[in-house]
């Protein structure tokens, strides 16, 4: 049996993180990843933070990587922070950035496909030096302890053998059930995350939102867009794609059904949305059936490599530094030339194969996952014998607000984990009172930590400060606390003290409720907001069409089963899967695996693995 | 000629020493994918437009190699005939391989050959390459109109054991031998897997459904790191790449080209559509009444037949 110091299991940005932190302590680590290829099974909002706490230290992202700021391929710097209300074609908007900057360094958006694989090569050049590495494509199975050694049990390479497991694996973390660890987490502790990703040319998206080449906007939504949901809708500028989602309480959900794709749907109908999306899209012409084959296959084939040439000419020509670059190697004289071959393609299309062009928008992927609310899951004792939990297999996030960090603290976890394993590697103790303790101390000591246990007032504060320009009188009483502590200065401040008396176990129950997130901000802009107007229709893709983009490598064995065909849960899985996995037959609800993307909505209540290496969903953008 | 004798016997020594050598015979294919392939107003395929990439049954011969390199940190090299755009098809196997050395055989006369005349320049480059081979491996066959006929060929005029369809094999560097599965058909009987040990050196031809397996954590290691040795060769491929015309293989005149081959393609038929033999009724439309009647086909159809 082969033998390695340590086994890190998952490949998301906390596990490449502990691998990258093992490595720079000069340790032995292998990294175990069952996506295809690192960064393909990973799916954020998603922006990542570095963050300054008043209260003792984080390790960020550019700790870990000291070359993060120059180097790594982040979306945009979040300059802009806004929450906007809607009702109908009304938005009231509230300036949130300075609840955004407080205690933060920067905030990026970040899109993890292309982030993770940064992440994979920095923590993979580290990895070789001790003889460790990473290894795709490989899904573990289980964890074994026998006759004082750990193996590591995996579907495609041979058993390994190894001194302590660091499981990174995510949020339907299997090595947390299987070892005991933990149970499932239920549905009141989590949130389901659903996402689009839409193409927006640079230029035309700083224009838009109105920032600079190195500047970028982060949108927030509640009021009707929730459907009525406890959560929000996002909007984040990336290069030039936008990110555009709903997170909302899976016990919400479970309790009103909703499709998830229709919670996107509806954002997307937003006027203001629409308009933020809008972008020129080619749309093919009929070929004439009575033409001979070939010469219709000739035809088609011809269209989809124009529109593919004038979408790649297009998106360089709206982008300063794909321009630059474009002239700088020669490949055009001037930005002249440019627009002046893109209008003679343009021309071309029309003439000679009858290509409209349209105002719609340019959906890229679609992608779901749960999201862990730290403040009802985070582990107390993240780790069972010698194997320690970090990022969101530890249940560890932070949920406040329109605040969803999971990806900062899952790297500040794993930098705490890569410590105590060095710790027992260097004194050959993985006892639980060496190793595990120790971890759980560091945690505790991380101020994340502490913002998964009560809010912060300063925090608070700037929050509901943001709010006071709503006038006292507009929202009626009866939407008791949350108005309230918003609407009046001296409610203000006694918010603050109180919530810091109550904790979140009693404020719970009065901040995340429908009144917050959806009556609130819908009153708000009915009453104060602007009208908006769309000047077209989003034609929205189909969930078919949406789940036939995707790619998958289609495993025939089904990594889910389904254990309670006729029990309540499973039947509103029908409408809560957001691929529709699920449909009924006589005998109950039935399962048809192979869209899969491995949410883990369903999870609960069903025998839910991921499926072996290499198979199932691959995500392009994440 | 005692010099030379001794020089020859010090070469094979040294190559003895260096390990495992494979060479990879690989061909160019135009890319049929939607967007790439373009075809003439008749319905042929427009070569002048459409792209030109590694051939799959080629890329998984290039794979097999790369297994050896995994495995045995054997020596790859690949080589092509074909044009001077066949450059960065030669980059494409070295990305998927590692490849130490890139050939590519390009010359005039080479044109019109057909698979014999082909053999025969892949042959002489092999021979060129400078090193003694322990396996040389081919695709199953090209998908641009080839008779899977140039392997076997090229493995004849280099004297080689020929093992086709190969779907997994195991080198025994100490015995120098090599173990391979073979997918085959006996008696009538499709999809029998043959094993069988032979005495290297030899060729293989590579089944398409090949595909390499590493069982360990310190093979799927190794397998990283030479992909990232791959990807970072392939960045400056021209420095591993030697381009040779016919008098620089040695290709003798009368066996390459037009004049060494006996056949020439006259004419490509469509084949012809068989007449059918049964009925076909068409229920079209999504109406439940139409569906239905095709339930109640498929019912009919299922009841008569007898399913083991
Ligand atoms: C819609 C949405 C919006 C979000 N927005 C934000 C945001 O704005 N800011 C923020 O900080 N966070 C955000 N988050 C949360 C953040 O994305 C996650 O916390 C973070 O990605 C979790 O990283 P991880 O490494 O812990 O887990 P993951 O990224 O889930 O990685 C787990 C990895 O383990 C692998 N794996 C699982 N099981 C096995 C096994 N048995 N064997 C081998 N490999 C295995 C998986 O393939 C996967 O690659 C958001 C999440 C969602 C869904
Ligand atoms: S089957 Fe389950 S895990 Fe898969 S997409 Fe549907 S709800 Fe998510």
Known sequence: ?622 | MVTTKIDKIAVLYLDMMAGFNVAVIVKLEPDFSEGNVSYNPDGTLNRAETKNILGPHSAIAVNAAFYAKVRHGAKISIGTMGPPTAESMLQQAQILSDADELFLYSDRIFAGADTLATAEVLKCGILKMGSKMDIVFSGHRASDGETGQTGPQTAWKLGMTFLGNVIEYEINEQERTVRAKRLVRLQGIYDVIEEIEAPLPVFIAIDPSYKARFSTVSQRLAYEKYQREAAARAQNFKQYLKIFNASQIEADPKMIGIAGSPTIVYKVERIPKGKATRQADVIDGQDAEQVAKAVSRIRQALSTMVIK
């Open chain 1, 1 to 622: 049996m082969e033998k390695y110091d340590v086994v890190i299991v998952g490949g998301g940005s906390a596990g490449l993180a502990a691998l990258k932190q093992l490595s720079s302590l000069g340790k032995q680590a292998v990294l175990l990843e069952a996506g295809e290829k690192v960064g393909t099974k990973n799916i954020s909002g998603g922006i990542l933070y570095s963050k300054k706490p008043k209260k003792a230290r984080v390790y960020n992202v550019e700790d870990i990587y000291e070359n993060f700021l120059s180097d790594a391929p982040f979306e945009r710097k979040i300059t802009k922070y806004i929450l906007h209300a809607t009702s109908k074609d009304k938005v009231f908007s509230i300036d949130l950035t300075a609840a955004h900057n407080y205690e933060a360094n920067f905030g990026c958006s970040v899109l993890l496909g292309r982030l993770n694989r940064w992440f994979l090569q920095q923590a993979d050049e580290a990895a070789q030096k001790t003889g460790g590495g990473v290894v795709p494509g490989v899904h573990v199975r289980s964890i074994r302890w026998e006759d004082g050694r750990t193996v590591v049990e995996t579907d495609e390479l041979e058993d390994i053998e190894t001194k302590a497991v660091i499981a990174a694996d995510g949020v339907n973390s299997e090595i947390a059930f299987l070892t005991g660890a933990r149970k499932k987490f239920s549905p009141g502790q989590l949130y389901q995350g659903v996402k689009v990703i839409v193409k927006l040319p640079e230029d035309i998206m700083n224009q838009r939102f109105s920032i600079g080449q190195e500047e970028g906007a982060a949108y927030l939504f509640a009021g009707d867009v929730t459907l009525n949901h406890i959560g929000g809708g996002f909007l984040y500028t990336n290069r030039d794609t936008l990110s555009l989602g709903a997170v909302y309480h899976l016990d919400s959900l479970l309790e009103n059904p909703s499709e998830p794709y229709d919670l996107v749907n509806a954002l997307l109908r937003n006027p203001m949305i629409s308009e933020l999306v809008r972008d020129e899209v080619p749309v093919r012409g009929e070929v004439d059936k009575n033409l001979p084959k070939e010469e219709q296959m000739r035809i088609r084939f011809a269209v989809t490599k124009m529109i593919k040439t004038w979408t790649e000419l297009r998106g360089s020509s709206l982008s300063r530094t794909q321009r630059e670059k474009m002239i700088r190697d020669g490949k055009f004289g001037s930005a002249e030339e440019m627009d002046e071959q893109m209008a003679s393609l343009r021309a071309q299309m029309a003439e000679k194969y009858g290509i409209k062009f349209e105002t719609d928008y340019v959906e890229a992927e679609y992608g779901a996952k749960l999201v862990p609310d730290g403040k009802r899951c985070r582990m107390e004792m993240p780790y069972i014998k010698n194997v320690l939990f970090v990022g969101d297999a530890a249940g560890r996030g932070i949920f406040v607000g329109p605040r969803i960090e999971g990806l900062n603290v899952g790297i500040d976890d794993a930098a705490r984990a890569a410590s105590a394993v060095a710790r027992a590697l260097d004194r050959n103790d993985f006892s639980d009172d060496h190793m595990g303790r120790y971890y759980t101390q560091s945690l505790e000591e991380s101020p994340y930590t502490h913002d998964m246990k009560a809010i912060d007032k300063d925090y608070l504060k700037i929050f509901l400060d943001a709010a006071k320009g709503v006038p006292k009188d507009i929202i009626s009483s009866k939407y008791g606390m949350v108005v309230k502590m918003m609407s009046s200065n001296t409610l203000r401040s006694f918010a603050v003290g109180f919530a810091n008396i109550l904790g979140y176990d009693k404020l719970l129950p009065i901040i995340e409720t429908a009144d917050t997130y959806v009556k609130v901000p819908t009153e708000m802009a009915e009453r104060l907001g602007k009208p908006v107007t769309a000047s077209y229709t989003p034609t929205i893709p189909s969930i078919a069409e949406r789940i036939a983009k995707l790619k998958y490598n289609d495993d025939p064995r089904s990594h889910i089963k389904v254990l309670k065909p006729k029990s309540e849960f499973m039947e509103k899985m029908i409408t809560l899967c957001p691929t529709r996995c699920y449909f009924m037959e006589k005998d109950g609800v039935m399962i048809q695996h192979e869209g899969c993307i491995e949410c883990g909505t369903c999870s609960e209540e069903t025998d839910w693995r991921h499926p072996a290496g290499e198979k199932g969903i691959s995500y392009q953008y994440g």
